[in-house]
């Protein structure tokens, strides 16, 4: 992957146009795998410092992405200090990182992709972590000890893994669609017009198109994008597919038959079945090996933060098994923990067999694409097609 | 003075910081939209762009503005044809119960606008009350997809949700028109219909351009009912392509062109509706 030379506004008091080059960093890949600098006036912390008192630790994550009874048992851990969690929301992370850029949110840890990495360290915006107070990362798979997006862990603790494919209802659908040749193409079947979904998320929605086609999810090539907008635009107009996230509880409810699902999703989906349906209808199907499409979110500690100690503890905590599966009882979404497997989720009852395929392997992980950050010049590329998509031309 | 103020502050001002938006830059890092104060420096790439794609073989913008026309003129028509017979009734044979029919006439105020957009999301569910209602009992079964990208549906909820502000102006105006001059056309020998359609209707004209203006004008902004109704892109709408614009940081720009094109566009119904207003007045004095 090529470097990247990023340039930033001047941002000056008049707002002037005005560019000056501030700013360099890489676009990570797992081919191009980047450490990232460890900058003079934003070291880790010492080790063997005393967890602050009075701490309240402010997380700025998505709505309904924590567990609240984590938070319960971090208070309880620690109560001899006094911890406090509260938690702050955002719709999209672009937005959010454009509000803690600018002060808007004062918090302690946040939720990013891994794409947002490369601007947040170049920016001072996340500190360095020390990894004596991170000691559960031996519970995660060893992946991530040593990350492509941040090798040797020095910003980022893993969090949750979401694979993505093609959830539907057999109830609804006569296709098996986990077999047909290319399952992608149900989408655009004009038997299941009006009666399925995407995901309003540009480059999820965009990947899949490519992955369709059997293209690489992170294109650079202009023919690429010319193919995935016109495919968009013949999704538009031959099944009218909604384009949101609420597939978890639009797939229940039987607004849709089908629809394009992150594996969290389809997981969640069980619990909003509606009373006196069962569960058993329901059925998802995401690509494995190579083709997998399956990324991960972190937790950083943000700069801003004054309590760095408390901080590290509570991303040491959410790395503790019993917290990670009851997290994950409650998002549906997966963290990576070695002793998570599929076979032992069906067997504890936490996932039904017949969505054990919703389950991402770490086979899947390391051996699938993920969706890396693009150059600001290809991403408003990207940008364009989703615009075209969305405005139903 | 403090209607200049107000002005200044409720209008002005946030206009210009649109303005700053629209005709601004980015930060291409951060993609953060960056608001350009000197109009000296103004940038007009953003601007050009939505401008460029609006019409022509490149305009993927048109549709959705064209569709905002339609579904806007169709919602307002419907909503004209439920809201007028319902207040003239309440005007004319309401009586004693006229307070008791206002107040449920004004209740779906009480209830926000999207839980009422989310009631009908349930009704109108594969598996909801409307078709089962449709199917006579389960008799003949009906499947319809109400929800999923269909014009009809964002009419429907655009009717649904805007006629209790188009009832209240249309009561106003005809509970204002004098009854001796209905009385005395009737006197004269002119039928029900005839006093209606020579007497009532010229005269609650007024009050049919202010409720149409009431309701048309948000409905041009509405993004809310179609995201909940349809969510399709087939049905987007002019508020839809805002609302997706400033959605993306870098497109923020975009949506405040939007915006400003949003708003000279209205400006015409507005200037036509003071100015009618205006002759009245001056023909009444």
């Not at chain 1, 989906?269 to 997998?292: E, F, K, T």
């Not at chain 2, 005809?174 to 010229?202: H, M």
């Amino acid at each position: 992957m090529a470097f990247l030379d990023a340039c930033s506004k001047k941002n000056d008091a008049t707002g002037g146009a005005a560019a000056a080059p501030t700013a360099t960093f890489s676009v990570a890949s797992p081919e191009a795998p980047v450490k990232w600098p460890i900058y003079d006036d934003n070291k880790p912390i010492a080790s063997g410092l005393t967890p602050e008192h009075g701490a309240t630790i402010n997380i700025y994550t998505y709505t309904d992405y924590l567990d609240p009874k984590a938070l319960k048992s971090f208070e309880t851990k620690y109560k001899a200090y006094g911890a406090k969690v509260t938690i702050t929301t955002f719709e999209d992370t672009t937005t959010a990182l454009g509000k803690i850029r600018t002060g808007g949110v004062q918090a302690d840890i946040f939720n990013p992709s891994y794409d947002q990495i490369g601007k947040m360290v170049t920016a001072k915006l996340i500190a360095p972590l020390n990894h004596s107070y991170i000691p559960n990362i031996s519970n995660v798979w060893s992946t991530y000890s040593n990350p492509f997006y941040d090798q040797e862990w020095q910003y980022t603790t893993p969090y949750l893994l979401y694979g993505t494919g093609i959830a539907w209802r057999t109830d609804l659908v006569s296709e098996d669609v986990a077999t047909l040749t290319n399952p992608y193409d149900i989408l655009w079947d004009p038997k299941y017009a009006r009666k399925l979904s995407v995901l309003d998320d540009y480059r999820t929605c965009m990947g899949m198109v490519l992955s369709r086609n059997k293209l690489p999810i992170n294109t650079y090539k202009p023919e690429d994008l010319a193919l995935v907008h016109t495919q968009l635009s013949e999704m538009n107009h031959t099944t009218f597919p909604k384009v949101n996230v609420t597939d978890y509880t639009d797939l229940p409810t039987k607004i849709v038959s089908l629809c394009q699902a992150w594996a969290g999703d389809a997981v969640n989906m069980l619990s909003y079945m509606p009373a006196g349906q069962s569960p058993d209808v329901l059925r998802y199907w995401g690509p494995s090996g190579p083709s997998a499409a399956v990324d991960n979110d972190l937790l950083v500690m943000l700069k801003q933060t004054k309590y760095p100690v408390m901080t590290q503890l509570f991303l040491n905590h959410m790395m503790d098994y019993d917290v990670a599966i009851s997290n994950f009882s409650f998002t549906g979404y997966q963290p990576p923990q070695t002793l998570i497997t599929p076979d032992k989720l069906v067997a504890d009852g936490f996932v039904p067999a017949t969505m054990a395929s919703a389950v991402v392997r770490q086979s899947d992980y390391e051996q699938g694409q993920h969706i890396l950050e693009l150059p600001p010049a290809v991403d408003a590329a990207w940008q364009a097609v989703w615009e075209q998509f969305k405005a139903g031309a | 003075m403090p209607g200049v103020l107000w002005l200044a502050l409720l209008f002005v001002l946030p206009l210009y910081i649109v303005l700053c938006l629209a005709f601004g830059t980015f930060d291409p890092v951060f993609r953060s939209p960056i608001p350009v104060w000197n109009p000296l420096q103004w940038d007009f790439t953003q601007a050009r762009y939505v401008l460029d794609h609006i019409v022509g073989s490149d305009g993927f913008f048109g549709p959705a503005i064209e569709r905002t026309f339609v579904f806007v003129f169709i919602a307002s028509a419907g909503a004209l044809a439920i809201s007028y017979p319902v207040a003239y009734y309440v005007c004319r044979f309401g009586g004693r119960r006229k307070g008791l029919l206002l107040t449920l006439l004004i209740a779906p105020f009480w209830i926000s606008y999207m839980m009422r957009m989310l009631a009908w999301v349930n009704l109108l569910q594969t598996d909801g009350l409307v078709n089962r209602a449709l199917s006579l009992g389960g008799l003949f079964p009906v499947h319809v997809a109400w929800l999923n990208g269909r014009p009809s549906t964002v009419v429907m909820g655009l009717i649904y949700g805007y006629v209790p502000y188009m009832i209240l102006p249309l009561y106003a105006g005809l509970d204002r028109i004098e009854p001796s001059l209905i009385e005395a056309a009737r006197d004269l020998g002119a039928s029900r219909f005839a006093t209606f359609r020579k007497v009532t209707l010229p005269m609650s004209k007024p009050a049919v351009i202010a409720s149409l203006l009431l309701v048309s004008l948000p409905m041009f902004g509405d993004y809310f009912t179609n995201d909940l109704l349809s969510g399709s892109p087939s049905t987007a709408m002019f508020g839809n392509l805002i609302n997706n614009a400033v959605l993306v940081p870098q497109h923020v720009g975009e949506g405040a062109t939007f915006l400003i094109l949003m708003f000279i566009v209205l400006l015409i119904p507005m200037a036509y509706y003071v100015r009618s207003t205006a002759r009245e007045e001056g023909e009444t004095v």
